[in-house]
């Protein structure tokens, strides 16, 4: 999954960024809302973690400016400041969900896994695609009953084809949705988490579900038919 993280204080944006990371995340980090809000307008994200008293343009100013360009992604908001009324006003600006600081990574992490699932389009707790499950808040794989142990970076590559199932999905997207908009690495290195997976969710168990498609990219198909 996806995250722009929206922060201009130096320590607690490393450490969010850290943590999620840790969980295989993708994140991306921008110091004001000016940047924040270019970024989240040309970037595709499920999900941003907002401040409030930001730089050039606040997170209010942000979030509206998301919301009246037809822009759904959804938006956490952070704050020092506490009060009912500033609540009100995040919420009423377009955001999902509002957290105070200082706050719980856990708790953080939870309402991120509830806001994605409430976003638009079917977002269910756990995702199946054929005997495949994958349990994005206990971060379980599973191929019928058995578990398979995947790296942080594969289980977010996984996702992003469980959230896409049957879809050909190009190694662009791939690349831009499971690494960060920065990456200035080898692009093969999709194919090679491909691999990756390959032996992890198909091999052992004589299927084929993650496909090539040539000249397309790879798709998730559940009955592992061509």
Known sequence: MRVLLVEDEVRLAAYVKR???????????????????????NQPYDAVVLDIMLPKLNG???????R??????????????????????ALDTGADDFL?????????????????????GERPTVLTVGDLTLDPATRE??????????????FAMLEYFMRHPGVALPKLDILNNVWDWAFEGDPNIVEVYVGYLRKKIDAPFGCKSLQTMRGVGYRLMADGTS
């Open 19 to 41: 943590g999620l990371e840790a969980e295989g995340y993708s994140v991306d980090v921008a110091a004001d809302g000016e940047q924040g809000l270019w970024m989240a307008t």
């Open 60 to 66: 209010y100013q942000v979030c509206a400016g998301l």
């Open 68 to 89: 009246e360009a037809g822009n759904w992604v959804p938006i956490l908001m952070l704050t020092a400041k506490d009060g009912e009324f500033d609540e009100a006003e």
């Open 100 to 120: 105070r600081k200082p706050f719980s990574f856990v708790v953080l992490m939870a309402r991120l896994r509830a806001l994605v699932r409430r976003g638009t």
């Open 141 to 154: 794989v599973r191929r019928g009953e058995t578990d398979i142990d995947l790296t942080p970076r594969e």
